[in-house]
């Protein structure tokens, strides 16, 4: 394949001292959403006013304090829109709309007008300042060039005081392909239009630099960014801003580098949306922030309602594996994954329980996810999904969190073991009621609830030399003398059937104190489990078996009934084999 010769590598611009790699970015940059703007020209059907006003009223609702709202010359649709959400006022008075338009005389008198009777707005001029655009797309030289944007801004003064006397107007302007135009000549015409507008206190002068086509790897527009920080005049009055595109799937990085580098404002879509690959996802950026303790300034906490909204108005579903939002980033199906999660998850539970506080106020240390999912309104119910890819640490996570078990270490293996041959079989995902009804089958299809037989199955006293026993408790908190008491219960009862029985723990875990079921359970909450590891003359491994029951006593001699009926199964089985 010898055609990449056709292509050249990027010019990088010569900044030896750049200190952006060594900057820690510890607020929030200015955020301004162009979804209604650069997101609705890029769709194949674009938004109808209801789905724009469901949209602006989504973004105001998050907390965006700055969104583009379209191009009131490029049709009728938006200059309506505009017209709407001033006449109807629905913008919020901490809100300042933008809408865009080229230096164009005629299509600035119109954008100007649209915004008859708002009171805070920002006129976005632009035009393109590449060398390639210049050459092949307008046939300009650099003087007309920077002319056409002197005359752009002074368009726009004189409109704006014939139409706008009562806004709090803003001024915004765009070097378009900023990053493809030398950077010397960007500079010389932002400082052209500065000098029309001429920013001060209380005057502040937007100036925005596009990643229009990203050709480049975010450091070296970082040091684009960078040189730009330094150079301009004036910069105390300046919002420097960047509005990346994801050309190279590198938007994300673009923008958080470009803020290490001195840009104030990140100009975005949700979930990325935009021309070709799309904007700089706002959903991402502003998560990235959270995920280090870091407030986005933004809401994203039923992110659900989010996604399920922009897919809604934008007719384009988010992908499940898209950062933060998509269906599948919490979920885990390899079973060395969902076992880690597992254990994070007991550790977080322990923590809570050490603490005194709710799980959901200890800091999040989890292996596998970077964020509690609940902190954005998602459940824990599909986090971990088992295959036969998974193992007992998955096993036990859906045990635990929909139905309330937490199996001892011995089980979760045991019945991992089962539930694969099970996957295996069906070839697919072994989902939580299913793998309830595998559970029952296996381990308490002989139990009568309630009952307790005064005839025990021969198997007992033939095939059970010892016990030990697992009690889960659930959601009791008893005191280590009710523990030992009740311990000495059940195993006084069960060598009264002649079965030597030892108590290892009352909490289900080996130890660790049980995690109460996030999901319905297939039993009562005031229902003791009680897990039997059985050992039999001449088999290489215990046998496990399962009791449930209001009574302790009675679901532990269930527990060795289930397990000595498991064990005759065995042997029946490797007698006839």
Same mark, same amino acid.
């Given at each position: 394949?010898?055609?990449?010769?056709?292509y050249s590598?990027?010019?990088r611009?010569?900044?030896?001292d750049?200190?952006?790699?060594?900057?820690?970015?510890?607020?929030?940059?200015?955020?301004?959403?162009?979804?209604?703007?650069?997101?609705?020209q890029?769709l194949?059907e674009?938004?109808?006013?209801?789905?724009?006003?469901?949209?602006?009223?989504?973004?105001?609702?998050m907390?965006?304090?700055?969104?583009?709202?379209?191009f009131?010359?490029?049709?009728?649709?938006?200059?309506?829109?505009?017209?709407l959400l001033?006449?109807?006022?629905?913008?919020?008075? +901490?809100?300042?709309?933008?809408?865009?338009?080229?230096?164009?005389d005629e299509?600035?008198?119109?954008?100007?007008?649209?915004?008859?009777?708002?009171r805070?707005?920002?006129?976005?001029?632009?035009n393109?300042?590449?060398p390639?655009?210049?050459r092949l797309?307008?046939?300009?030289?650099?003087?007309?060039?920077?002319?056409?944007a002197?005359?752009?801004?002074?368009?726009?003064?004189?409109?704006?005081e014939?139409?706008?006397? +009562?806004?709090?107007?803003?001024?915004?302007?765009?070097?378009?392909?900023?990053?493809?135009?030398?950077?010397?000549?960007?500079?010389?015409?932002?400082e052209?239009?500065?000098?029309?507008?001429?920013?001060?206190?209380?005057?502040?002068?937007?100036?925005?630099?596009?990643?229009?086509?990203?050709?480049?790897?975010?450091?070296?527009?970082?040091?684009?960014?960078?040189?730009?920080h330094?150079?301009?005049?004036r910069?105390?009055?300046?919002c420097?801003?960047?509005?990346p595109?994801?050309?190279?799937?590198?938007?994300?990085a673009?923008?958080?580098?470009?803020?290490?580098?001195?840009? +104030?404002?990140?100009?975005?879509?949700?979930?990325?949306?935009?021309?070709?690959?799309?904007?700089?996802?706002?959903v991402?950026?502003?998560?990235?922030?959270f995920?280090?303790?870091?407030?986005?300034?933004?809401?994203?906490s039923?992110?659900?309602?989010i996604?399920?909204?922009?897919?809604?108005?934008?007719?384009?579903?988010?992908?499940?594996?898209?950062?933060?939002g998509?269906?599948?980033?919490?979920?885990?199906?390899?079973?060395?994954h969902?076992?880690?999660?597992?254990?994070?998850?007991?550790?977080?539970?322990?923590?809570?329980a050490?603490?005194?506080?709710?799980?959901?106020?200890?800091?999040?240390?989890?292996?596998?996810?970077?964020?509690?999912?609940? +902190?954005?309104?998602?459940?824990?119910?599909?986090?971990?999904r088992?295959?036969?890819?998974?193992?007992?640490?998955?096993?036990?996570?859906?045990?635990?969190?929909?139905?309330g078990?937490?199996?001892p270490?011995?089980l979760?293996?045991?019945?991992?073991?089962?539930?694969?041959?099970?996957?295996?079989?069906?070839?697919?995902?072994v989902?939580?009621?299913?793998?309830?009804?595998?559970?029952?089958?296996?381990?308490?299809?002989?139990?009568q609830?309630?009952?307790?037989?005064?005839e025990w199955?021969?198997?007992?006293?033939?095939?059970i030399?010892?016990?030990?026993?697992?009690?889960?408790?659930?959601?009791r908190?008893?005191?280590d003398?009710?523990a030992?008491?009740?311990?000495?219960?059940?195993?006084a009862?069960?060598?009264?059937?002649?079965?030597?029985?030892?108590v290892?723990?009352?909490?289900?875990?080996?130890?660790?104190?049980?995690?109460?079921?996030?999901?319905?359970?297939?039993?009562?909450?005031?229902?003791?489990?009680?897990y039997?590891?059985?050992?039999?003359?001449?088999?290489?491994?215990?046998t496990?078996g399962?009791?449930?029951d209001?009574?302790?006593?009675?679901?532990?001699?269930?527990?060795?009934?289930?397990?000595?009926?498991?064990?005759?199964?065995?042997?029946?089985a490797?007698?006839?084999?």
């Amino acid at each position: 394949m010898d055609s990449y010769r056709r292509y050249s590598p990027f010019h990088r611009i010569d900044l030896p001292d750049r200190t952006w790699p060594d900057r820690v970015v510890t607020r929030a940059p200015r955020w301004l959403s162009t979804d209604l703007r650069d997101g609705n020209q890029a769709l194949a059907e674009p938004m109808s006013p209801s789905h724009k006003l469901m949209m602006f009223e989504l973004l105001t609702g998050m907390g965006y304090k700055e969104i583009e709202i379209g191009f009131p010359a490029a049709s009728q649709d938006d200059y309506d829109f505009v017209r709407l959400l001033i006449e109807d006022d629905r913008i919020p008075d +901490d809100v300042r709309i933008t809408v865009g338009v080229p230096a164009r005389d005629e299509l600035i008198e119109r954008t100007v007008e649209s915004l008859t009777g708002a009171r805070r707005a920002t006129v976005c001029i632009y035009n393109a300042t590449a060398p390639l655009f210049r050459r092949l797309v307008f046939g300009i030289d650099r003087a007309e060039c920077k002319d056409l944007a002197v005359k752009g801004t002074r368009w726009m003064l004189k409109y704006a005081e014939a139409h706008l006397g +009562d806004c709090d107007l803003g001024y915004e302007y765009t070097p378009e392909i900023f990053n493809e135009t030398e950077p010397e000549f960007a500079l010389e015409v932002c400082e052209a239009v500065m000098d029309v507008w001429q920013p001060e206190p209380g005057r502040e002068s937007v100036l925005n630099f596009p990643s229009t086509v990203e050709r480049s790897g975010p450091h070296m527009f970082a040091d684009q960014i960078e040189w730009m920080h330094r150079h301009l005049s004036r910069r105390e009055h300046i919002c420097l801003s960047v509005h990346p595109h994801n050309d190279r799937g590198t938007a994300v990085a673009t923008a958080e580098l470009a803020v290490a580098a001195g840009a +104030d404002r990140v100009e975005g879509c949700l979930f990325g949306n935009g021309e070709r690959t799309g904007n700089v996802c706002l959903v991402t950026l502003g998560m990235n922030l959270f995920s280090q303790g870091i407030d986005p300034e933004i809401d994203f906490s039923d992110l659900n309602k989010i996604r399920s909204t922009v897919e809604f108005c934008t007719k384009i579903p988010v992908h499940p594996r898209h950062p933060y939002g998509g269906d599948l980033v919490y979920t885990a199906f390899a079973g060395s994954h969902q076992d880690a999660i597992n254990k994070g998850f007991e550790s977080l539970a322990r923590t809570a329980a050490r603490s005194g506080m709710s799980p959901s106020a200890e800091r999040w240390e989890v292996p596998y996810l970077p964020i509690d999912p609940r +902190d954005i309104g998602r459940t824990y119910e599909a986090i971990v999904r088992v295959n036969s890819q998974s193992g007992k640490g998955g096993v036990a996570y859906v045990m635990r969190t929909w139905h309330g078990l937490t199996l001892p270490y011995g089980l979760k293996a045991d019945f991992a073991k089962v539930v694969q041959v099970h996957s295996e079989a069906l070839g697919g995902e072994v989902r939580p009621a299913l793998m309830w009804r595998i559970f029952a089958g296996e381990y308490l299809r002989d139990e009568q609830p309630g009952e307790r037989p005064a005839e025990w199955p021969e198997e007992v006293a033939t095939l059970i030399v010892s016990a030990s026993l697992f009690v889960d408790r659930r959601t009791r908190t008893d005191s280590d003398r009710a523990a030992a008491d009740r311990a000495a219960k059940i195993e006084a009862a069960l060598l009264a059937r002649n079965v030597d029985a030892r108590v290892v723990s009352t909490d289900g875990s080996d130890g660790e104190p049980a995690t109460p079921g996030t999901a319905v359970a297939e039993w009562a909450a005031d229902t003791f489990a009680v897990y039997a590891e059985c050992r039999v003359p001449g088999a290489p491994e215990p046998t496990w078996g399962v009791g449930l029951d209001r009574d302790v006593v009675v679901a532990a001699e269930a527990a060795v009934r289930s397990a000595a009926a498991r064990a005759a199964r065995r042997v029946a089985a490797e007698s006839a084999a």
